[in-house]
Structures are given as C-alpha cells and as structure tokens.
C-alpha cells in the first residue's frame, strides 16, 4: 500500500530552527508537495520537489532524496505564525496525490 | 496562481437535510476541481474529481448518490450533500490545479459542516 510517515507533532522556539521529517512508500513518483495549514483553513502551497537536493524559499526549505523516500522542512527563524500544521504529500505513478496525516507543529515564546 | 472561492465558509443544518457548496475558480477555467474531506485532526481525503460537462469520479467508499458533484461550468462545481447526518460533519475543501508541471493545488478556503 501506500504510505505516507510524518510526526504527529513538534514543539519548538521562537527564533530557532525546526525540522519536518516525511517518508513515504508509494507507487511511482513524480514530486512531493509541502503545503501549511492553519487551524480551520485551507492548506497553502509550501514547496516542490521533484529532483534530490535542497529547494530553498526565504525561511522555508526542502530537501528530498527520492532514493531514500525521504524529504524534510527546514523552518528557520521560526515566527510565531508559524504555528500551524505541515502536510507532506506525494504524486504517484497516476498523478493521485497521496497525503500524510500533517504534522502539528507548535512555537513557544 | 488560481484564485478559487468556496462558499458557504460555515454551515449548520439538521439531520436530514441537504447541504450545497459551492466552488468557484475565480480566474481560471478549470476542467477538473478536486473536492476533499478533512476530519480533525486528520489528513486531506480525496472525495471525488469533478469534471467539467461530465460525471464527477468518485473515490472508493464516497457514495456517489450521498455527496452529489455538479460541474456544470468552467469556473463553478457543486457539492451538494444529501440527507446529511452528524457523521457528515466535516470540513470538506475544494481544490484546482492550473495544470503546471508541478501540479500545484490551489485551495478554496473550505466549508465547515456541522449537522445536529
């Protein structure tokens, strides 16, 4: 089956660096997606990767490594409207995007 | 990127009743909307692809006669659940995609179901 692994949940400070790990098993692939998703509202796009290597946007980066099944979000600088859920979310083989279950993640001051 | 409206934003019905939302692409003609489903706490479900002049495919498990998809122009698709239960209650989003090679969703703010 398809499978998408990401924590459920991360705390971290204001002004620090986080890291959003996602794994996935699935069949094909043809790009993995970051989107941002306040509590009540709808996702907003992130980020794409579709080759390996380290896709950076202002404080936001991603990093994939397809041989790996593997991708993470760097948050840098980390703001207080940050707060928010990430959702990692892979294109399989049919083009279905397939979506982890988002990690919930927390800024304390 | 698309602009895309969802609308109602909140509603609350009774048991038994049905419940439209709509969906509108604002500044693209789109063919194809995806309709979602998100239980709290958990991740985006994808209900069905609705197509433009034709019928809507439905994902395993969504009842095609439960949650009815109607996309009868380029900028607007309908859902409409029928006979709603409190188990309907849900946040249920729209999405486009202005068919790029990244495949980019955009997102309509969402409608929230409460049905008592």
């Known amino acids: 089956g398809q499978n998408i692994d990401q924590p459920t949940e991360m705390t971290a400070t204001e002004g620090a660096i986080v890291q959003i790990n996602c794994t996935y098993q699935?069949?094909?692939?043809?790009?993995l997606f970051w989107y941002q998703q306040h509590a009540g509202e709808a996702p907003t796009f992130l980020s794409y990767n579709v080759l390996d290597g380290l896709e950076e946007k202002g404080r936001f980066s991603s990093f994939l490594s397809r041989s790996k099944g593997y991708s993470y979000l760097l948050l840098k600088e980390l703001q207080m409207k940050d707060s928010a859920s990430y959702l990692c979310?892979?294109?399989?083989?049919?083009?279905?995007?397939?979506w982890g279950a988002g990690t919930k993640l927390i800024i304390k001051p | 990127g698309a602009v895309v409206s969802q609308h109602p934003s909140w509603v609350i019905c009774k048991s038994g009743t049905s419940v439209k939302i709509e969906c509108r692409s604002l500044?693209?003609?789109?063919?194809?909307m995806f309709w979602y489903r998100q239980f709290p706490k958990q991740s985006l479900m994808l209900m069905a692809t609705?197509?433009?002049?034709?019928?809507?495919?439905?994902e395993q498990g969504v009842e095609k006669d439960k949650f009815l998809i109607n996309h009868a122009s380029l900028t607007l698709s309908t859902l409409t659940v029928t006979s709603a239960h409190p188990e309907d209650s849900s946040f249920y989003i729209c999405?486009?995609?202005?068919?790029?090679?990244?495949?980019?969703?955009?997102f309509g703010e969402g409608s929230r179901l409460t049905v008592l």
């Open positions: 699935t069949s094909g692939f043809n790009g």
């Open positions: 979310a892979v294109l399989d083989s049919n083009y279905q995007l397939i």
């Open positions: 500044d693209f003609q789109a063919t194809t």
């Open positions: 999405s486009v995609s202005e068919g790029t090679d990244t495949g980019e969703l955009f």
């Open positions: 609705s197509n433009e002049g034709s019928k809507a495919t439905y």
